[in-house]
């Protein structure tokens, strides 16, 4: 079953008066279950693509279904709610809240939704484990590594059991081990819960573990 399908997608980005055609005119579709990889030069328009993905963002034209659902036709509101319920977004710098600690950004996402704080916490203690950081819960990301914090993203992307993980190059600043370690972790994810993954990676180890390649150029599928 097609679980994401962007259609005819093209992305224009507004700087002053200068207006960058980041993508001009992308068709895919992504089936259920799929680990698919994007790989590209810098520029070419990985990062666009997978926000877009992801909802965070919305075209200029075309249309992006995610399981159905026109993004392009909800507000920003509707789009948060959607992210929040459908997706889990892993950005290449992590992006965790510094005065948070793990157990606090990972539950985030949770808090979002409303979940009760028995449930957050009974969840929280499941993701830390499955992650191997259930001896880090009370730090703060500045008293991690660069794996840890990147366990940490993961975590809060999973806690909500997302139908879909979208990773922007999730290895690009970890040693090669951690890195497998990442990817091995997000495999399991896909293998047991049947959790779409779309990543963007330059690391010819890191496309190993997709299923499917997509090459992006310029803008275009090549
Ligand atoms: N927020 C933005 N504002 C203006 N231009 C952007 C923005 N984001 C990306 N771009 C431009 O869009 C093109 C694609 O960028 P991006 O999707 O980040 O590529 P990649 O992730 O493959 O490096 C590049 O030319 C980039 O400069
Ligand atoms: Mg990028």
């Known amino acids: ?13 507004h700087l002053d008066k200068i207006s960058v055609r980041a993508l001009k005119g992308v068709s895919l579709e992504v089936k ?5 990889c994007l790989m590209g030069p810098s520029g070419s328009g990985k990062s666009t693509l997978l926000n877009l993905m992801g909802a965070i963002d919305v075209p200029t034209e075309g249309k992006v279904f995610i399981k159905g ?13 959607f992210r929040n319920r ?87 600043s970890l040693d090669h081990s951690t890195g497998k370690g990442i990817m091995e972790l997000m495999a399991e994810m896909n293998r047991k819960m049947g959790t779409t993954i779309i990543f963007a990676t330059h690391d ?7 299923r499917s390649i997509v090459n992006v150029m310029d803008g275009e599928l090549v």
């Open 86 to 172: 459908t997706m889990g977004f892993i950005f290449q710098a992590f992006n965790l809240i510094p005065v948070f600690s793990v157990i606090e950004n990972i539950e985030y996402p949770l808090q979002l939704q409303k979940v009760s704080s028995a449930q957050r916490k009974q969840r929280v203690t499941e993701i830390l484990c499955s992650v191997g950081l259930e001896d880090y819960a009370h730090r703060r990301p500045d008293e991690l590594s660069g794996g840890q914090r990147q366990r940490v993203a993961i975590a809060r992307a999973l806690i909500t059991n997302p139908a879909f993980i979208v990773a922007d190059e999730p290895t690009a």
């Open 204 to 210: 010819p180890m890191v496309s190993e573990y997709a």
């Open 32 to 36: 259920e279950g799929d680990i698919v």
């Open 69 to 81: 659902t026109d993004i392009s036709a909800l507000t920003d509101r509707k789009l948060s709610e």
């Open 1 to 13: 079953m097609v679980a994401l399908k962007l259609a005819n997608v093209v992305k224009d980005y």
